[in-house]
């Protein structure tokens, strides 16, 4: 059975992924994009394709639909990820280190990452934020919340 959706490559486009495939300077995800494509303007059916890549029949689905919506740089280039927003800003994670060092509130031996976690929500840095995040930050800097040495604990 063929595909619904029929792919005709240009000689151009032709001669380009074989040009690309016989250089060898890619990642093996490319490749096999490139090889499926190919295969889908040879008249491949989706079994067969994904048979012989070793590949899903949504990523058979998607490079056809690749190739026909961005052309054949859409197929050999990654689309970039989206880089995820930073839960503090630097000025916030330094008075929150700033916090981390200072005594300690009432009725409490140290600072906790729960403890430090209410505090950026009550000064206003975020809505909300998980303990672990505060964990990742302090981590980065370093700070050790029970080494002595850095001042986060009192003597």
Request: net charge positive.
């Amino acid at each position: 059975m063929k595909h619904p959706i029929p792919v005709t490559l240009t000689e151009t486009d032709r001669a380009s992924l074989q040009t690309f495939i016989h250089a060898g300077k890619a990642n093996a995800r490319t490749f096999t994009r490139a090889h499926a494509l190919l295969k889908a303007a040879d008249g491949w059916t989706d079994q067969q394709i994904c048979e012989t890549f070793q590949i899903s029949r949504n990523t058979s689905i998607r490079v056809r639909q690749l190739y026909l919506q961005g052309g054949l740089e859409a197929v050999l280039q990654d689309k970039r990820q989206q880089r995820r927003r930073q839960a503090l800003t630097g000025s916030q994670a330094a008075h929150l280190i700033a916090i981390a060092c200072s005594p300690t509130p009432d009725g409490h031996d140290h600072w906790t990452l729960r403890l430090l976690a209410g505090k950026v929500v009550e000064l206003g840095f975020a809505e909300s934020i998980s303990p672990e995040t505060i964990r990742q930050l302090l981590k980065k800097t370093n700070l050790n919340l029970g080494n002595t040495s850095t001042g986060a604990s009192q003597q």
